[in-house]
């Protein structure tokens, strides 16, 4: 069987327009160059900075517990839960295993059924089309905070103002913006890939999918529109919304908040935060990640619980996925600060 090209895909930096707009003097402070902005050092504020964070991204989830809390037994039903917790963590790994650890980084090589398994899968995670996505996270390896990365928070500058305007360009703003990453530059071998392609344009008729299949087990399950319409809400949306957030705080408070202890490159300023660990499959362990970017484990350390690399390893012990890039001790101590 075939199996994946991108283990020993490292594609160049960016297009000559990108890699001369990239190249203007940058000092890691300071706002991109499309920016016109004043960059002041920030000074103070940083319990309001950290305080007006929690409130974007807890609050939300607070929010959704207290609503269950309040509506169980009327508008959510144990199936719900479960059928939410199910697609979260298959639509989920689809992403941290197979869009991310192997489809962008070439952590493993994956037989070709368990390939396009993984690729379908992320892509129920309606997080846009497998080859995009790729592009795009390649993109961001190539300029991780620094001109060029689609979605860093430090765009706007170091300073309160800007930190905090950066933040939500990071975790969803940048989503919105007319900056199309050029797959046939990041992504040429899974253009020349005729499965992945296939996933790709599948991806409307995924997204269809995603949102289907619990309405029709929550009809299967209850025997009524409402045991399916709430299937629906809680299985399809809400939890479709919930990892969307996850994987964006990923975005955002992986270059903001938490710990450094690896080597990153100049002005890359990924963190680990544990908080976000089990909710993103592990992919919060973000600063060795971007030390050590093939790396098939992000969560090294003692206690850093990294699922997508348990997957990873039973995949192996089955057989179905090979050439896997397990971090060695020795490389871990070398990337220490």
């Known amino acids: 069987m075939s199996s994946s090209s991108t283990l020993s895909h490292t594609p160049d930096p960016a297009p000559a327009s990108?890699?001369?707009?990239?190249?203007?003097?940058?000092?890691?402070?300071?706002?991109?160059?499309?920016?016109?902005?004043?960059?002041?050092?920030?000074?103070?504020?940083?319990?309001?900075?950290?305080?007006?964070?929690?409130?974007?991204?807890?609050?939300?989830?607070?929010?959704?517990?207290?609503?269950?809390?309040?509506?169980?037994?009327?508008?959510?039903?144990?199936?719900?839960?479960?059928?939410?917790?199910?697609?979260?963590?298959?639509?989920?790994?689809?992403?941290?295993?197979?869009?991310?650890?192997?489809?962008?980084?070439?952590?493993?090589?994956?037989?070709?059924?368990?390939?396009?398994?993984?690729?379908?899968?992320?892509?129920m995670s309606f997080q846009g089309d497998v080859i995009g996505w790729v592009a795009t996270h390649r993109r961001h390896h190539a300029f991780t905070d620094r001109p060029g990365d689609p979605h860093s928070p430090y765009r706007y500058g170091t300073h309160l103002r800007g930190q905090l305007r950066g933040l939500a360009h990071s975790h969803v703003g940048w989503l919105f913006r007319n900056d199309p990453t050029p797959a046939e530059h990041y992504a040429p071998d899974l253009l020349a890939d005729r499965d992945i392609r296939a996933v790709s344009r599948a991806f409307p008729a995924l997204c269809v999918l995603t949102l289907a299949?619990?309405?029709?087990?929550?009809?299967?399950?209850?025997?009524?529109?409402?045991?399916?319409?709430?299937?629906?809400?809680?299985?399809?949306?809400?939890?479709i919304a919930l990892l969307h957030h996850v994987t964006w705080s990923v975005n955002s408070l992986c270059h903001v908040i938490g710990e450094r202890p690896f080597r990153t490159r100049r002005h890359d300023r990924a963190t680990n935060l544990w908080p976000l660990a089990l909710l993103s499959f592990g992919e919060s362990w973000h600063n060795l990640h971007h030390a050590d970017p093939t790396s098939a484990r992000h969560g090294v350390d003692r206690g850093q619980i990294d699922p997508s690399a348990a997957v990873i390893r039973l995949l192996e012990r089955l057989g179905w996925v090979h050439d896997v890039r397990?971090?060695?001790?020795?490389r871990v101590a070398a990337r220490r600060t």
Do not use: C, K, M, N
Request: no cysteine.
């Open 326 to 330: 397990w971090p060695t001790p020795d």
């Open 18 to 123: 990108q890699r001369a707009a990239s190249s203007q003097a940058y000092d890691g402070t300071a706002p991109f160059p499309a920016d016109d902005h004043p960059a002041p050092a920030r000074q103070g504020g940083e319990r309001l900075y950290v305080a007006v964070t929690a409130v974007i991204v807890v609050l939300p989830f607070l929010a959704l517990g207290l609503a269950g809390w309040l509506l169980w037994g009327r508008l959510i039903h144990t199936a719900d839960v479960l059928l939410a917790l199910g697609l979260y963590v298959v639509t989920g790994l689809g992403v941290t295993v197979g869009f991310h650890r192997g489809l962008t980084h070439g952590g493993y090589r994956a037989a070709r059924p368990v390939r396009i398994a993984l690729a379908v899968a992320g892509s």
């Open 213 to 239: 299949l619990p309405f029709a087990l929550g009809w299967a399950i209850g025997g009524t529109w409402v045991h399916a319409t709430t299937a629906l809400l809680w299985a399809g949306l809400v939890r």
